[in-house]
């Protein structure tokens, strides 16, 4: 069975830095790329970026970029999304989901979903 | 950027109704469009990938329709357990790539 595992859920005061997890199993970890997704509270869906855990190859949302960073540890099957300063804006629930993208065809679709990690910025 | 538009932004519906939602992209996408559920407190759930083909498991009357820009999520028959947020999700190739959601439809009964 596919699973994302994400860590807990954080509070955090702004200025802090933060790393959340997300720990795939039951599939070959290299072969799909792992996005990750924030939605703000009561609002949609929104990409910050997605990475492949093969050759760490990541692409962000030009809107979020420089504000977080992906990376990925693919020794141990787990994706990571990272703040080095934590803005009270970045209170959300991410999610993490594999994806199937195919940049030739053109084809990206997320068929398997962390359960999400909420994050609270507040002072 | 491609932009997605989405809508309705909500719908009430009856059981049993025939439900469609729509999703505009404001350039050329071909197939390259899916459908998302999410229920409260959930992780979104995939229903159709590459505008048409439904994900396994998913039931047959959910369909998906459209290519290029303008794109079709329907229901044949609302059941009690649609009740949900919808959203198209789009994959753009061209550099800079991007994916981008639709803003959502929230689905009721009525």
């Known amino acids: 069975e596919v699973q994302l595992v994400q860590s807990g859920a954080e509070v955090k005061k702004p200025g802090e830095s933060l790393t959340i997890s997300c720990k795939g199993s039951?599939?070959?970890?290299?072969?799909?790329?792992i996005a990750w997704v924030r939605q703000m509270p009561g609002k949609g869906l929104e990409w910050m970026g997605i990475?492949?855990?093969?050759?760490?190859?990541?692409i962000y949302s030009p809107s979020l970029q420089g504000q977080v960073t992906i990376s990925v540890d693919k020794s141990i099957n787990t994706a990571y999304l990272h703040w080095s300063s934590l803005k009270a804006s970045d209170t959300a629930m991410y999610y993490c989901?594999?994806?199937?993208?195919?940049?030739?065809?053109?084809?990206?679709?997320?068929?398997?979903w962390g359960q999400g990690t909420l994050v609270t910025v507040s002072s | 950027d491609i932009q997605m538009t989405q809508s309705p932004s909500s719908l009430s519906a009856s059981v049993g109704d025939r439900v469609t939602i729509t999703c505009q992209a404001s350039?050329?996408?071909?197939?390259?469009l899916n459908w998302y559920q999410q229920k409260p407190g959930k992780a979104p759930k995939l229903l159709i990938y590459?505008?048409?083909n439904l994900e396994t498991g998913v039931p047959s009357r959910f369909s998906g329709s459209g290519s290029g820009t303008d794109f079709t999520l329907t229901i044949s028959s609302l059941q009690p357990e649609d009740i949900a947020t919808y959203y198209c999700?789009?994959?753009?190739?061209?550099?800079?790539?991007?994916?981008?959601f639709g803003q959502g439809t929230r689905l009721d009964i009525k």
């Open positions: 989901a594999r994806s199937h993208l195919d940049i030739v065809v053109p084809s990206a679709h997320f068929d398997s």
């Open positions: 039951g599939y070959s970890f290299t072969t799909y790329w």
């Open positions: 990475t492949y855990p093969d050759d760490s190859e990541t």
């Open positions: 350039h050329d996408i071909s197939n390259s």
């Open positions: 590459d505008a048409s």
């Open positions: 999700q789009q994959f753009d190739n061209v550099p800079p790539r991007g994916i981008t």
